[in-house]
């Protein structure tokens, strides 16, 4: 059997942006940085291209992508904005936020993109690098996180690469994502706004701008909105163990702040997510450090509990997938 045609790595400059840009057009699948993670991009317009993405991850078919756009102006002509929606959408694009809204008469995000939904998904990033390249695509790009399903969201290139090298056309590398955990996504459907996904903007952030906090969950009516919401996700390959106060030897630690569990000089590896116990710093660092204690070869990672306010919402809510049972 031949070997498949090896990943191109472009540069972050003119040159990279176009062949990205042309790449995509053409159909193929382009991993691109976003502020929260590295996204696995196509033409949303083009089922076939959509269709190259699940194949490439391995995702079940029935899970709906998001679409990114370069302005507020191109995401707002593919769906219906109501009031909740638009000021979201004014507060927070460019930035880590997917609002889910009906599908715009004239939308063009494809069916498949959608997983059959009369909704999409759309976000503005806040990383110039990827606005650029969405401008100079022109159609909207469908993006879940470039790692194979299930498994922990690349926040770098080599990431990227170690999960899907050969299996796309191309990533365009413009270094760690600054944000680190996906995009807060939220639906606007019709009644009061439902946080589906935590994620970087914090649900403070959300209410302050709302006047309200958000619901919870991802039921509306009978229908669950989040089909790809699936318990197990993000998992590395080492069993996750969560508020851990105390080591057995040989396990990996995964530290938050100053706490220090007992028998932690029996750990095989350990990393703290911020020794100063900021959980921006602890978002941007989360999926990097399960890779490398993952890498230690431990079979069991135990968690030191991380505090849930702001950004810890989020960080908890990954953790958490990546303990559920498989
Ligand atoms: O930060 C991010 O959001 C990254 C970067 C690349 O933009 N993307 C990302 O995509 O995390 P993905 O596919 O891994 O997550 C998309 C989430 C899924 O949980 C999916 O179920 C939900 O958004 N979603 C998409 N369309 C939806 C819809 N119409 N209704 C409800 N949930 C939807
Ligand atoms: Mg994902």
């Known amino acids: 059997s031949t070997a498949p045609p090896p990943t191109r790595r472009l540069s972050a400059d003119d040159a990279g942006l176009e062949q990205a840009a042309a790449l995509i057009a053409a159909g193929r699948l382009v991993a691109l940085p976003t502020e929260t993670v590295y996204g696995l991009g196509a033409d ?19 899970n709906p992508l998001i679409a990114h756009l370069p302005t ?69 790009v469908a993006a879940p996180s470039a790692n194979r399903s299930g498994r922990v969201s690349p926040t770098r290139a080599a990431h990227v ?66 089909p790809g919401l699936l318990a197990s996700h993000y998992a590395p390959r080492a069993g996750v163990r969560l508020d851990a106060t105390r080591i057995a030897p040989g396990e990996a630690v995964l530290l938050f702040g100053a706490f220090r569990p007992e028998g932690l000089a029996e750990a095989c590896a350990a990393e703290n997510l911020s020794e100063a116990g900021v959980a921006e710093e602890a978002a941007a660092r989360l999926f990097s450090a399960l890779r490398r204690l993952d890498a230690s070869g431990a079979s069991v990672i135990a968690v030191a509990p991380v505090p849930e306010a702001g950004l810890g919402e ?8 990546a303990a559920a049972p498989r």
């Open 44 to 62: 949303a317009t083009d089922p076939a291209a959509v269709a190259g993405i699940y194949a490439a991850k391995e995702r079940p078919s029935f």
């Open 72 to 140: 507020r102006a191109a995401a707002m002509a593919q769906g219906v904005f109501d009031a909740h929606a638009q000021k979201l959408a004014e507060h927070f694009w460019p930035g880590p936020l997917t609002l889910v809204v009906p599908v715009a008469p004239g939308g063009t995000v494809c069916d498949l993109a959608r997983a059959g939904l009369d909704s999409v998904a759309l976000r503005v990033p806040g990383h110039a690098l990827a606005r650029d390249l969405l401008a100079r695509v022109g159609r909207p």
């Open 161 to 226: 690469l170690a999960d899907l090298d050969g299996r796309i056309a191309a990533i365009l590398d413009g270094g760690d994502c600054p944000v680190g955990v996906e995009s807060s996504v939220v639906a606007c459907l019709g009644g009061p706004p439902r946080l589906l996904r935590p994620g970087g903007v914090t649900r403070e952030a959300l209410a302050a701008v709302l006047g309200f906090p958000p619901e919870t969950g991802g039921e509306v009516g009978a229908r669950p909105v989040g």
């Open 314 to 321: 989020a960080i908890n809510d990954r953790l958490r997938r």
